[in-house]
């Protein structure tokens, strides 16, 4: 994981400077419409790869604060052998700023990216054969854990995740991006949610809510 200040993202410079390149080819050649064309996706990908600097909220011990920017979509409480406790469901569009942050300082238990199709979440097949990464964040001193999976809706680039396990992170630290899709939490029993349907989120500045630890209760 590499702290990058610049006002674009890593992720994205490839995309800003070919549209820059062929901006400048067309319009030496006088092509007007293929000029303009070039003129507005240099726009777009500067605008969605954006990387605004966050200021980190100081929340009280094992607070959790989203991952994403985007709009809560759904609120679950699970009580099935697979997960008990809360599934939250984000959806970041492209209106979104797509950095990816650490929910809360922990260390990274286990990655599993997963190549595949990038179909509307409206698809019956989006949720079986969809690009996904799932992230499993672990704070082993306070046996803390929660699971995060983001999976892709229709979008032009790949999931980045530029951290690998074991390593230990710092809660609000850039750890990918992610260009429009939806965002699954998976939390504990043990957890109080701030958050409603509807709620509207920024990465690393938005609390999602604590773990109760049972020294606490």
Not at 131 to 149: G, P, Q
Not at 169 to 181: D, F, P, S, T, V
């Amino acid at each position: 994981m590499r702290n990058n200040l610049l006002p674009i993202a890593k992720e994205g410079w490839s995309y800003v400077i070919g549209a820059v390149v062929a901006f400048i080819i067309f319009t030496f050649f006088d092509f007007d419409f293929l000029e303009f064309l070039a003129f507005l996706a240099t726009l777009f990908f500067v605008f969605v790869f954006r990387n605004p600097e966050r200021e980190y909220a100081i929340y009280q011990e094992n607070s959790v604060v989203s991952p994403v920017d985007g709009t809560v979509v759904s609120i679950e409480e699970l009580h099935n052998d697979e997960h008990k406790g809360y599934k939250v469901e984000i959806d970041t569009s492209y209106l979104n700023v797509a950095l990816l942050r650490v929910p809360f300082t922990s260390n990274l238990e286990s990655i599993r990216i997963s190549k595949g199709t990038r179909l509307s979440a409206h698809s019956p097949l989006s949720n079986s054969i969809n690009e996904n990464a799932e992230l499993v964040f672990n704070d082993i001193k306070l046996s803390n854990k929660m699971r995060v999976v983001h999976k892709l809706k229709q979008s032009f680039k790949a999931i980045d995740i530029d951290i690998i396990e074991a390593q230990n992170i710092m809660q609000g630290a850039r750890y990918g991006l992610m260009i429009n899709g939806i965002t699954t939490l998976y939390l504990p029993e043990n957890f109080r949610l701030n958050i409603g349907l509807g709620s509207e989120l920024s990465a690393s500045e938005s609390l999602i809510g604590y773990f109760i630890n049972e020294s606490k209760k």
